[in-house]
């Protein structure tokens, strides 16, 4: 078995990099729930517009996704650690094809600060990895709740009528929910609050950016 030095990794990292911003996600890979629903009934174009603005800001926060975990990564010591990430960052890969998707369904785009998301969280991943394991795990826990809390507003606001949409984001929030649990149970550590108060503050310009631009 081939031993991987620190040049291997930082390569590895660029490509997951590279597949994320560039190579459309493999939606092949991992059906999405929308795919299940046979409503043909057609969004007003104020509903379309909303939906679209809503699945970009979604589509943002799993770019967002991939870098953090993406980061972790790259600073985790211990290998079931990494390997928990490595499997939520799958996950999170089939939510950003299913984000990627209906987006195109709703005849929008992404944000064009993609590579902005993916690089600062990245950054912000990694420099969080550098304090250890548990402390990574626990801004992942956080993360996870913030987002959760983020999907309830957003099916609050989704048109009645956009049933695939609201298909797909209840499966991210249950996904994103599983993904906090397992960071607990792998002995995340509690943030401190001015972290998790820093943490909703960014996540607040990326969403607001992303839901007009």
């Not at 800001?57 to 490595?86: C, P, R, T, W």
């Not at 298909?167 to 649990?181: G, S």
């Amino acid at each position: 078995m081939r031993s991987y030095n620190t040049i291997d990794h930082f390569l590895s990292q660029i490509d997951k990099g590279l597949r994320t911003l560039i190579v459309r996600p493999n939606a092949k890979t991992s059906p999405s729930p929308a795919d299940q629903i046979n409503s043909k009934t057609e969004l007003s174009e104020n509903g379309k517009k909303l939906s679209a603005r809503l699945m970009r800001v979604n589509h943002a926060g799993e770019i967002a996704a991939q870098g953090l975990y993406h980061g972790h990564m790259l600073m985790a010591k211990d290998k079931s650690i990494k390997q928990i990430f490595n499997q939520s960052a799958e996950e999170e890969e089939a939510h950003l094809s299913w984000c990627e998707k209906r987006l195109d369904e709703l005849q929008d785009r992404p944000s064009v600060f993609t590579p902005v998301w993916y690089l600062g969280s990245y950054a912000m991943g990694a420099a969080v990895g550098v304090l250890g394991d548990k402390w990574s795990l626990g801004f992942i826990s956080e993360t996870e709740k913030q987002v959760v809390k983020h999907l309830d507003k957003h099916l609050s606001r989704l048109p009645e009528d956009d049933i695939k949409s609201r298909e797909v984001l209840l499966k991210i929030r249950e996904d994103e929910a599983m993904h906090d649990k397992n960071a607990q149970a792998a002995g995340a550590y509690e943030l401190p609050q001015p972290a998790k108060t820093l943490m909703a503050a960014v996540s607040k310009i990326m969403t607001k950016t992303s839901y007009w631009i």
